[in-house]
């Protein structure tokens, strides 16, 4: 049986290019990234920040800290998820986002969630 963590988020993320928002002769890409947020875990907890990484093609990375989400800084009880989309905008037609979220038990633990890499990729350029 698997371990059941105290503190355990677990993050998952759909891509979509926005054609209508690029400018491929300028090197503009733009994506939207619909990000899932679940409590896993068995401790309510609020997510306070982010840090993302978001890398293009050529390896030039972009940082980007802040607090929340879209906004929002949302308190996921147990079993309870938490759904977002935003967007980014990077000069090649293919890169990778990856990072975490910095977040607050009711408890007062301080732990971060692992958002996994994933890839931003304009249709039919990767095979």
Same mark, same amino acid.
């Given at each position: 049986?698997?371990?059941?963590?105290?503190?355990?988020?677990?993050?998952?993320?759909?891509?979509?290019?926005?054609?209508?928002?690029?400018?491929?002769?300028?090197?503009?890409?733009?994506?939207?990234?619909?990000?899932?947020?679940?409590?896993?875990?068995? &401790? !309510?907890?609020?997510?306070?920040?982010?840090?993302?990484? +978001?890398?293009?093609?050529?390896?030039? =990375?972009?940082? %980007?800290?802040?607090?929340?989400?879209?906004?929002?800084?949302?308190?996921?009880?147990?079993?309870?998820?938490?759904?977002?989309?935003?967007?980014?905008?990077?000069?090649?037609?293919?890169?990778?986002?990856?990072?975490?979220?910095?977040? &607050? !038990?009711?408890?007062?633990?301080?732990?971060?969630?692992? +958002?996994?890499?994933?890839?931003?990729? =304009?249709?039919? %350029?990767?095979?």
């Amino acid at each position: 049986m698997a371990e059941v963590r105290k503190y355990h988020i677990t993050v998952s993320a759909r891509t979509t290019y926005v054609p209508e928002q690029s400018d491929e002769a300028d090197n503009r890409y733009v994506f939207s990234y619909t990000i899932t947020i679940e409590n896993t875990g068995q &401790v !309510a907890a609020q997510l306070i920040s982010r840090h993302w990484l +978001i890398s293009d093609a050529h390896d030039k =990375v972009q940082e %980007v800290r802040g607090l929340g989400v879209v906004g929002e800084q949302p308190l996921l009880k147990p079993g309870q998820s938490f759904e977002y989309t935003s967007g980014t905008a990077i000069a090649t037609p293919v890169g990778a986002m990856k990072g975490t979220y910095q977040m &607050v !038990a009711e408890d007062g633990t301080q732990f971060e969630a692992e +958002i996994p890499e994933f890839i931003l990729a =304009v249709p039919r %350029v990767l095979h």
